[in-house]
């Protein structure tokens, strides 16, 4: 129906899935917050009233807000979050669930919804995308229900609790949302560690404290150069313990002070 706005289109177009888990909540100036979820292998739509997350502890103002951000005014009834994943994608994270990595994507849409998107390693080392959720903004709130309602709600708390590790950026908000949702029984399990994603653990500190000068010499450029593939390694080649510490002892002798730089028999150091 060309007169349904981009959301409620959203919305009729995931009803006629069969083969998608999703939860999403609605606000409404006279009543609130209203959460509607289809879980996998129900072919039916549960409805419940202010019961989740952003219901329980949004105040007015960031309601406010997120009707601003989002262009949409005055309009009696908004999309506030819509969270999806479709059944194989659901069976790989209940598969492989030890390893997640969150991230958000920008510009995707036109009312400029930030696009989370949870990704997984299969036991191929290969990556595959497990949750998708659109959030009204990056808040502390709106990451909180991504993590703490949505995810579980989809996947299962029985799959969150087996989660041995998440990797982010280092935005506070998000930060502080997986913090909380730790500290919460039916959300992240507390036992969970965060890492900083390789970028910014690595390629960005790199790019803005190690980059070569102009003026540097060539044997300063090669070994910088050495020191930033070996370390590269580390996350995209290396598949065991011992690889790792073998690795970086020969990493330790090629930077030791005493020796110098010198040219290198392999990159890796064990092949």
């Known amino acids: ?52 997350e952003i219901g329980q502890a949004t105040t ?22 819509f969270a999806w994943s479709h059944n194989d994608e659901t069976r790989k994270l209940t598969m492989f669930p030890e390893f997640i990595a969150v991230d958000l994507t920008f ?14 390693i299969d036991g191929d080392n290969k990556s595959f995308t497990g949750f998708r959720c659109f959030m009204p903004s990056k808040t502390k709130q709106a990451y909180k229900w991504a993590l703490h309602v949505a995810l579980p709600s989809i996947v299962g708390q029985a799959s969150i609790d087996q989660m041995r590790c998440i990797s982010t950026d280092n935005e506070d908000a998000l930060l502080q949302a997986i913090e909380e949702s730790r500290q919460l029984y039916g959300g992240l399990p507390n036992s ?15 790019n803005q404290f190690c980059s070569a000068p102009s003026y540097a010499s060539h044997e300063l450029i090669s070994a910088l150069g050495t020191i930033k593939e070996w370390v590269y390694s580390w996350a995209t080649t290396l598949e065991s ?6 690795s970086l002892q020969a990493y330790s002798n090629y930077f030791d002070c005493s020796t110098g730089y010198r040219e290198l028999p392999s990159l890796h150091g064990y092949e």
């Open 1 to 52: 129906n060309p007169s349904y706005s981009a959301a409620e289109r959203l919305i009729q177009l995931f009803r006629t899935y069969v083969d998608v888990s999703y939860i999403y909540v609605k606000h409404q100036m006279e009543s609130g917050f209203v959460t509607y979820r289809k879980q996998r292998g129900s072919s039916q739509q549960l409805i419940e009233v202010n019961v989740d």
């Open 60 to 81: 007015s103002d960031e309601i406010a807000l997120w009707r601003k951000e989002l262009k949409l005014g005055d309009t009696n009834e908004i999309l506030v979050a």
């Open 107 to 120: 510009g995707i849409n036109r009312q400029k919804r930030p696009l989370l998107v949870i990704s997984g």
């Open 192 to 206: 969970i560690k965060h890492r900083l994603d390789f970028y910014h653990l690595f390629i960005q500190p790199w």
């Open 241 to 246: 313990e011992g690889e790792f510490h073998h």
